[in-house]
């Protein structure tokens, strides 16, 4: 069994797309943010961004995963490396979501 869970900041307003008369798919990124001191006792920093992809009938939370709000993710790791239009060698990795908290409060 493959599972994720990640706690981060969604970094854009989530877009709906339709996949056909009963399936959509919502898409958001999130910043999940990492700080730690290195041996010299120096803080270090480091965001790393993750696709997320929420199949869902229903697209109704798809409102409420805006910008800025703080979330829990957890569903199952999908990685894939590939080579990009300049040659250079790339992974990406996105999860496909079972399951959303909200962690700051939505917005009004």
Same mark, same amino acid.
């Given at each position: 069994?493959?599972?994720? /869970?990640? +706690?981060?900041?969604?970094?854009?307003?989530?877009?709906?797309?339709? +996949? %056909? /008369?009963?399936?959509?798919?919502?898409? &958001?990124? $999130? !910043? $999940?943010?990492?700080?730690?001191?290195?041996?010299?006792?120096?803080? /270090?920093?480091?965001?790393? =961004?993750?696709?997320? !992809?929420?199949?869902?009938?229903? #697209?109704? +939370?798809? /409102? =409420?995963? #805006?910008?800025?709000?703080?979330? =829990? $993710?957890?569903?199952?790791?999908?990685?894939? !490396?590939?080579?990009?239009?300049?040659? @250079?060698? $790339? !992974?990406?990795? #996105?999860? @496909?979501?079972?399951?959303? +908290? &909200?962690? %700051?409060?939505?917005? %009004?």
């Amino acid at each position: 069994m493959k599972k994720i /869970q990640i +706690i981060g900041n969604i970094v854009r307003d989530a877009e709906v797309k339709t +996949i %056909s /008369q009963d399936k959509n798919v919502i898409n &958001f990124d $999130v !910043a $999940v943010n990492e700080t730690w001191k290195n041996k010299d006792g120096v803080k /270090q920093e480091k965001t790393t =961004y993750v696709k997320c !992809a929420m199949w869902r009938q229903e #697209t109704g +939370i798809a /409102q =409420y995963l #805006t910008k800025g709000n703080k979330i =829990y $993710v957890d569903g199952n790791p999908d990685a894939e !490396a590939y080579i990009n239009k300049d040659g @250079n060698a $790339v !992974a990406s990795l #996105t999860i @496909n979501v079972n399951e959303v +908290i &909200f962690l %700051s409060p939505k917005k %009004s």
